[in-house]
């Protein structure tokens, strides 16, 4: 937490709107669609019911597809589910690690052929990292589908000049505990197409008619943020700028500190480019360290009380999701195997960090191959 998080909900309690609706609910919103550079915002419960409420504006029903990048937290594909859609999975490329844009085009020509009605593209920003969204927007449009982004790991990132969360016809942000900024839990909706932040105000307020007693004529659902929560967000998003440059300045250490052990890389940013940098991230060679280094890794690091993980677990992977058609291309299962995710806390001390790589450096000298 910042310094005024408690300030306004404080004000929250003091003025009695312990609500889903209030000033800090207004002011977080307005906040969010300036930083933007959008119409406007709708904050929710979780990034997941944004996602939820993206996919039924863009009208996806039982039996639609939906395309969505595979590497990525399952909160990405679930929402398609609801609806009663089917998630296809489409694999990274290595530059971002994000949708393929000639995988996406391969997996639109073929539903296209089939008679498949694909009705949105679900493109992650994942680790904060953008993805390729001219090549992504462009193929979509030629095909007439409508993107999604799912920024929640990407508030304050930046692409040729556009933040990422403002290129797709809707976009979603988290700001659950993990995510650079929090509202304890919560998330939003954000777009210029009024239609849609129309649709997600009313829809995520039980459906309730602006009559004086309780008509409904849609199915509606209870994923408003509450003033409380949004109080956080308030000062959360004073205090953006500085975890950015907080998370930006660890990877850097890391990169600068790291480089030189043979076998090791992290993702840079292609020409463009500008990730938060929400978690840094490391790639360990195949052919430099030993058999299950990730893990490995992981294990002999926790013994020092630090905490690490692998990157996600690609979708076209999980057992839920079995059943379900994927286009790959083999980057996912490749990072998925040699990657892993670093401590990048915001509040983590120049010190601790210095430590962190001391402990990374040990560990890594023991897996090195013979
Ligand atoms: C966290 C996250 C979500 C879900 O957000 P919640 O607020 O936790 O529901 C969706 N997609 C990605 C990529 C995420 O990292």
Redesign the pocket.
């Known amino acids: 937490m910042g310094e005024q998080e408690k300030k306004y909900v404080e004000e929250a309690f003091q003025t009695n709107w312990v609500a889903p609706l209030g000033p800090n609910v207004d002011i977080f919103e307005k906040q969010l669609s300036e930083y933007l550079g959008l119409k406007g915002a709708v904050s929710l419960s979780?990034?997941?019911?944004a996602?939820h409420l993206a996919l039924l504006a863009l009208d996806v029903q039982k039996d639609d597809v939906v395309l969505c990048q595979s590497f990525?937290?399952a909160?990405?594909a679930f929402p398609i589910t609801y609806c009663g859609a089917e998630p296809v999975f489409i694999d990274s490329e290595m530059d971002t690690w994000n949708m393929d844009p000639e995988l996406l085009r391969m997996a639109l020509q073929e539903m296209k052929d089939k008679g498949k009605k694909v009705k949105a593209i679900i493109v992650?920003h994942?680790y904060g990292m953008p993805a390729k969204m001219d090549e992504i927007l462009d193929i979509a449009s030629a095909y007439g589908v409508p993107v999604i982004e799912?920024a929640?790991?990407a508030l304050g990132s930046r692409y040729n000049d556009r933040n990422c969360g403002a290129m797709g016809k809707i976009s979603?942000l988290?700001?659950?505990g993990?995510?650079i900024i929090t509202t304890s839990?919560?998330?939003a909706l954000v777009s210029n197409d009024e239609g849609s932040l129309k649709f997600a105000r009313h829809i995520s307020a039980q459906a309730k008619e602006p009559v004086p007693y309780y008509l409904h004529h849609q199915i509606g659902y209870n994923y408003r943020m509450s003033n409380i929560c949004a109080g956080i967000g308030r000062g959360q998003m004073e205090v953006l700028a500085d975890r950015i440059e907080v998370r930006r300045s660890h990877f850097e250490t890391y990169k600068n500190k790291l480089s030189d052990i043979k076998g090791i890389s992290f993702l840079e940013e292609p020409v463009g480019f500008f990730s938060n940098r929400w978690l840094t991230t490391m790639i360990l060679d195949e052919e430099v360290f030993v058999n299950d280094a990730v893990e490995a890794m992981r294990q002999a690091l926790e013994t020092k009380n630090i905490e690490t993980r692998a990157l996600w677990k690609p979708l076209h992977q999980q057992p839920v999701f079995d059943s379900c058609r994927s286009f790959l291309n083999g980057a996912s299962d490749k990072l998925y195997k040699t990657g892993i995710c670093l401590p990048s806390g915001s509040n983590m001390s120049k010190e601790t960090l210095e430590m962190v790589i001391d402990e990374i450096k040990q560990v890594l000298s023991n897996l090195t191959k013979a």
Do not use: R
């Open positions: 979780s990034g997941t019911a996602l990525t937290f909160a990405s992650v994942l799912d929640a790991e979603i988290s700001f659950n993990n995510k839990g919560g998330g």
